[in-house]
């Protein structure tokens, strides 16, 4: 892995888990692709499986260009944020103007990714063309991060869905390895029995973000308990 200095701008606990490595090697497979080549590429997934806490793992490492959209973001907004991860702190200009600005910007380091978290939101709308232009003309990669009706929505415009091509990766629920990394990353002094582990893992679906929450309950049972240790019968008992 050609890892690129890292960041710090992700503090919270974030596990290595099998979706940060299999963004990782997305990514990496897209940073390794000659710039005449298509670099878009999309990592969709069920909510509460933990993309973005992957892809904010694997960012850290690969020092990427990292936005958030939102049920109200709008051309100008995309473009304002990036240009502000850009480092621009005053956006000012009408949208061909930021547009211009962001590939110029971009364009100067073509192996640093540009990353689009929560992209659903923007695939069903015209100005998700937006992301094709930039991609085309400062020729960086650019991943599309979203729930599982990302590609589907991205139907609905050729240019850009043909450019993400088969760079495609779908976010896994956690298994049990996944489970402990959570745990330990989180609740570093709870150990939680296998039996605990196993019913936690199967009633919550493999869905890491009800994972956490569960171990949260039971971390706040096991404070109350006087425990460092927690398994289905102590859960039983307190129920």
């Given amino acids: 892995m050609k890892a690129q200095s890292p960041v710090n701008r992700y503090r919270d606990p974030i596990a290595a888990t ?37 892809a904010a793992f694997v960012a850290n490492t690969y020092r990427t260009r990292y936005i958030s959209c939102g049920l109200l973001t709008t ?16 956006v000012r200009g009408n949208n061909v103007d930021l547009l211009n600005r962001a590939i110029y ?13 929560e992209a659903h939101y923007v695939a069903a709308r015209r100005f998700v063309d ?3 232009h930039i991609h ?11 729930e599982p009706t990302l590609l589907r929505r991205l139907e609905s415009f050729p240019m850009v869905r043909s450019r993400v091509g088969r760079v495609v990766a779908e976010a896994l629920p956690c298994d049990m390895t996944d489970f402990r990394l959570l745990a330990e990353e ?21 869905n890491a973000r009800d994972i ?4 949260s309950d039971i ?11 927690m398994t289905l019968a102590d859960i039983d008992e307190a129920a």
Avoid: Y
């Fill in 18 to 54: 099998r979706n940060a490595a299999t963004f990782s090697v997305m990514l990496q497979r897209l940073i390794d692709m000659p710039i005449t080549r298509d670099r878009m590429g999309a990592f969709s997934g069920t909510p509460g499986f933990g993309k973005t806490k992957a």
């Fill in 212 to 215: 956490v929450s569960r171990l």
């Fill in 136 to 146: 085309d003309a400062a020729r960086v990669p650019v991943v599309l991060i979203g």
């Fill in 130 to 132: 937006v992301l094709r």
């Fill in 75 to 90: 051309a100008r907004s995309l473009l304002s944020d990036i240009l502000m991860e850009l480092g621009e702190h005053e």
């Fill in 105 to 117: 910007l971009l364009a100067h380091d073509p192996q640093r990714p540009l990353i689009i978290d």
């Fill in 186 to 206: 989180h609740f570093p002094t709870l150990e939680i029995a296998e039996d605990l582990a196993v019913s936690i893992l199967e009633s919550e679906s493999g």
């Fill in 219 to 229: 971390h706040e049972q096991a404070l109350l308990l006087g425990r460092d240790r």
